[in-house]
């Protein structure tokens, strides 16, 4: 997990470096972006404002990582799941998102230790530079983006963006990958979470027939079948057959 304390050094020694270097020293693509703000074409932006961009992006930044990763898919089937057993607060929101965010690393580690080695590390070792450090990471991410991306969503936004034919997986651009991997890990989500509300489905419809027979009608079936779900639950060991599950999913 050495990525882990890697990346803030790479992005503190980023800051740091534009801190020393003179504003020409900028890549020329920040300049070639955001020329238009800065005023006439080639003139660029401060090194202040730069600085400032660079920490506008960088609150953006965590949300952007958490929907490349496997954390959308683990933590809307956990919330199905808390929904299935009729549980309204256990888990706590807290629970679910620090079970889904370490669940996620777990399944990022092999793309995030070869980010590691092939972007953070030869940065630190100063053989690439900061852009070169940030298209191998980039590399990683999409391969593994695509490897879970179904080719029905890729091609249905590659068409709304009348984008042409790509010739292999790796010429798609994020901004047509990123919305169809969200779009295909949602429904894998509610494909898993269907699977998972039928078993206690299955339990609230016994218990609410039991009920009415039995001229119960004032006695709420979701309290009643509360236990029972539990208890099946409880058995067949459903929280590691679960994380096995959706572990399992992305291989």
Known sequence: MRWLFALP????????????????????ALDRAF??????????L????????LMGLLTILPGLLLMMTSFTRILVVLSILRQALGLQQSPPNQVLIGLALFLSLFVM???????????????S???????QAIANGGKEFHAFMLRQTRKSDLSMFADMAKAPKFAKGEDVPFSILLPAFVTSELKTA?????????????????????L???????????IVSLPFKLL????????????????ASFG
């Open 35 to 44: 020329g238009a703000i800065g005023g006439a074409q080639g003139s660029g």
């Open 212 to 222: 009415m027979s039995l001229g119960m009608m004032m006695m709420s079936p979701t």
């Open 9 to 28: 050094a790479l992005l503190l020694s980023t800051v740091a470096h534009a801190q020393v270097a003179a504003p020409a020293a900028v890549p020329g």
């Open 232 to 247: 099946l639950f409880v058995l067949v060991d459903g929280w590691a057959l679960l994380m096995g599950s959706l572990a």
């Open 46 to 53: 401060s090194l202040s404002l730069q600085l400032l961009l």
């Open 190 to 210: 509610f494909q898993i979470g269907f699977m998972l509300f039928l078993p206690f489905l299955v339990i609230d419809l016994v218990v609410s027939s039991v």
């Open 109 to 123: 580690a092999p793309t995030l230790e070869r980010v590691n080695q092939t972007a953070i590390a030869p940065y």
């Open 125 to 131: 070792a100063g053989t690439i530079n900061a852009e």
